[in-house]
């Protein structure tokens, strides 16, 4: 019904926002990670929206983005996971780190979320692993740091350069981010996914 809702950031609250536009104050649904990144109030925003209605209450969630938007409608499609739940997970693991726990596997960081335990952790990574790629890590993950790709990783070829720079993207530095890479067996014949997740396991350690 809605895609998006442009106006003046009006109020901001714990998981809340309010947008003025057309003479009406939008209530929005955000998860955490969204209100780092707003503006000041009394600035423009523009809010990509979610209208899901219940039998009790019709009600909007938002977005700075339409690829966190998209994130947030996968995890609806999980069967168990409600827009409440969803934007719980959001808001424990910004929408770039969250697709990288889904790829790596990681059961215990999607763990973390309100009201998520270990088996439902289990049933999104199977229902949305095929569904998320290296490449939208790289995508929507964060920014890089300056200097922070010059050129040891151009030097690196292939799904191991991806890597990389997925993992800085995600805040490890290069010099980790390049470590973890260098430590896994075989990378040039690996995919992208495979040496981000052997990658992970390393930097877990």
Same mark, same amino acid.
């Given at each position: ?8 950031l ?9 947008v ?9 649904h ?7 990144r ?5 600035q ?6 979610s ?23 996968l ?5 168990g ?16 780190q969250?697709r ?17 335990? @270990?088996?439902? *952790? !289990?049933?999104? #990574?199977?229902? $949305? ?9 790289? +995508?929507g ?6 200097g ?8 690196? @070829?292939?799904? *191991? !350069?991806?890597? #990389?720079?997925? $993992?800085?993207a ?7 981010? +390049?470590?973890?890479v ?8 690996m995919?992208v ?13």
């Amino acid at each position: 019904m809605f895609s998006y809702i442009k106006g003046t950031l009006a109020e901001v609250f714990e998981d809340v926002i309010v947008v003025e536009g057309g003479n009406i104050g939008w209530n929005i649904h955000v998860p955490l990670s969204v209100l780092d990144r707003l503006p000041r109030i009394g600035q423009e925003v523009q809010i990509f929206t979610s209208f899901q209605v219940r039998e009790d209450a019709m009600t909007l969630y938002g977005f700075l983005n339409r690829q966190d938007l998209q994130m947030f409608r996968l995890l609806l499609g999980v069967t168990g996971i409600g827009p409440k739940a969803a934007l719980g997970i959001l808001s424990t693991l910004p929408p770039h780190q969250l697709r990288m726990a889904i790829i790596s596997e990681d059961v215990k960081s999607l763990s973390k979320a309100p009201g998520i335990g @270990a088996k439902t *952790a !289990k049933r999104l #990574i199977l229902d $949305l692993k095929d569904r998320i790629s290296a490449g939208d890590v790289l +995508s929507g993950g964060g920014s890089f740091a300056d200097g922070e790709v010059p050129a040891p990783v151009e030097s690196t @070829a292939g799904a *191991a !350069k991806e890597a #990389i720079q997925a $993992l800085v993207a995600l805040g490890y530095s290069l010099t980790e981010a +390049s470590k973890a890479v260098n430590q896994v067996s075989g990378a040039e014949e690996m995919t992208v996914e495979e040496v981000l997740k052997a990658s992970l396991k390393y930097l877990a350690i």
